[in-house]
């Protein structure tokens, strides 16, 4: 049986990454990602054996999934945004009645309408991982660089790209959540914006951030950050 292009590898069972919903979360590859953020905990901790796990096997855990009482499977990655076959992936999750969200770092707009478009989502969990702005200080262009990219010293015209599509696609997720309708009973939002409370960010800059993600309407969930190392 062909290829999924979901890892084969353990699968995480939580109620914290949609609260209150239990959900299994599948990865794309984890070093397909365009960003290289501050310790990244997906792509430091794999450890590059694992293949993609066929459709057989994949059948059946999503079966032993739902007799554990899971409502939801969560995509991430890596980007899986940039996954040529992750649309394949998610026909086959949905048609085994299981609603999907997906964890998106927000760079690839146009691949965020196409799944809307073709119906192949029911929520998203977008990261804003820096202040949303049109000018920014050299100190502060410093910090969100070393935020994005792990290096200070990357492009400012990488970071101004990672501004624009992250603006991009929070308009387009705008509509969406407004438009969607809910997937699961009693279920408020599948449809969140995600930040690391990183140590490069500033007090000013979460409530920046907040501000930003309030505007939007869109419920915003504010993540501690841990270090790999420790
Ligand atoms: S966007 Fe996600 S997967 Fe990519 S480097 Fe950042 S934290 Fe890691």
Known sequence: MPLSPFLDVETPITFKD??????????TYIPLCNL????????????????????E???????QLK?????LIIIS?????????????????????????????????????????NK?????ALDVKIPIKNVYSDEEKERFKQILFSNKL???????????????????????AKKKPLPLENYSQLTILRTVRYPLLTEKDIADIKAFAEATGIP???????????
């Not at 609260?19 to 599948?26: D, H, N």
């Not at 096997?57 to 079966?63: A, E, I, S, V, Y």
């Not at 040529?84 to 998106?104: A, N, Q, W, Y």
């Open 57 to 63: 096997k994949l059948d059946n855990k999503l079966n």
């Open 120 to 124: 192949m989502v029911d929520g998203f």
């Open 154 to 176: 990357e492009n400012d015209e990488k970071m101004f790209w990672y501004v624009e599509n992250l603006k991009k696609s929070v308009e387009k997720i705008k509509k969406f």
């Open 220 to 230: 915003h969930q504010l993540n501690s950050f841990y270090s790999v190392e420790a």
């Open 18 to 27: 949609q609260p209150g919903i239990q959900s299994a979360v599948f990865y």
């Open 77 to 117: 990655g890596g980007e899986p945004t940039l996954e040529k076959r992750l649309e394949e992936g998610l026909k086959f999750i949905k048609e085994k009645g299981f609603p999907v969200r997906i964890d998106t770092n927000g760079t690839v707009p146009g691949k965020i309408e196409e799944l809307i478009r």
């Open 36 to 55: 290289e953020c501050f310790q990244c905990h997906n792509k430091l901790s794999f450890d590059g054996r694992s293949g993609f796990i066929s459709y």
């Open 67 to 71: 007799l554990l009482g899971v409502e």
